[in-house]
């Protein structure tokens, strides 16, 4: 299993790494996100089929996620505080999981999450105005990682995640009170493709601690009003959270079995 792997992840390596230089960067992310695609799927078939030849410890678990989420913001140069977001629904993870042994495993599957951050400096290009802002995007995960140490117990986990931003929204605040909100599927005004990088602890009886950094950025920059008005221009912002995550790697019963 663990040849096959190896072999599996030089390939696509091969393949992802096969990219024109006059490729823009869209056609390299969606390049890159095809072959990481692929690869789990792969995994996943891999996973089910050993597990039925050789009674390998495949299994699916599912979980829940609360999301504490800042981001690092700067608009024009200047860096601009967040407040933190707490974004307990609607958050959901499939795990496909591979434990090749009790002290390492694989994992990979998909997600569903709310995440996206809050910030009281936003300064509008319009009229250059401050605001308080909050965005959010609904996101369609696909994560592919590791994980060490005791896989009955405590033992610690990373890896690589991309995502696809399906919904979006945008609220604006002056004094207190909400002036304008801004809602969209697939929406140009953010980055349709988003990745990262997440890191945890898995505790005994379920309890899942993560943090995860947005390599990409939130918005793009490049978006255009109708007004002709770039109101994201400028506005670098990498999201980063800490979740609480609960039967994430193994579900109830097999606690309580």
């Not at 030089?10 to 823009?24: D, P, Q, S, W």
């Not at 696909?142 to 990373?158: A, C, E, S, W």
């Not at 980063?240 to 579900?251: A, E, R």
Request: with cysteine; charged share 20%; net charge positive.
């Amino acid at each position: 299993m663990i040849l096959v792997i190896k072999r599996k992840l030089i390939l696509y390596f091969r393949a992802c790494t096969i990219i024109n230089i006059n490729e823009n960067s869209n056609s390299r992310v969606m390049k890159t996100l095809i072959c990481l695609a692929v690869f789990s799927m792969s995994f996943t078939v891999q996973a089910f089929s050993q597990s039925k030849e050789n009674k390998s410890k495949a299994y699916v678990t599912t979980g829940g996620e609360l999301i504490f989420s800042f981001a690092n913001v700067e608009q024009n140069g200047n860096s601009e505080s967040s407040t933190m977001r707490f974004s307990p629904v609607f958050n959901l993870q499939v795990m496909v999981n591979q434990d090749l042994n009790k002290n390492f495993g694989l994992f990979s599957g998909l997600s569903v999450r709310n995440v996206g951050y809050i910030t009281n400096d936003y300064k509008d290009p319009s009229n250059s105005l401050i605001y308080k802002k909050k965005f959010r995007t609904y996101n369609l995960a696909l994560p592919v990682g590791i994980k060490v140490g005791d896989l009955d117990k405590t033992f610690f986990y990373g890896g690589y995640e991309v995502e696809l931003a399906f919904s979006y929204k945008e609220k604006t605040y002056d004094g207190g009170d909400k002036i304008d909100k801004i809602t969209g599927w697939f929406s140009d005004r953010n980055e349709l493709f988003q990745h990262g990088f997440l890191a945890g602890v898995q505790f005994p009886r379920g309890v899942n601690v993560k943090f995860k950094y947005y390599l990409s950025e939130f918005h793009n920059q490049d978006y255009t009003t109708n007004a002709n008005v770039k109101p994201y221009a400028g506005l670098k912002t990498n999201i980063f959270y800490v979740s609480l995550n609960f039967f994430l790697f193994k579900n109830l019963d097999m606690y309580y079995k």
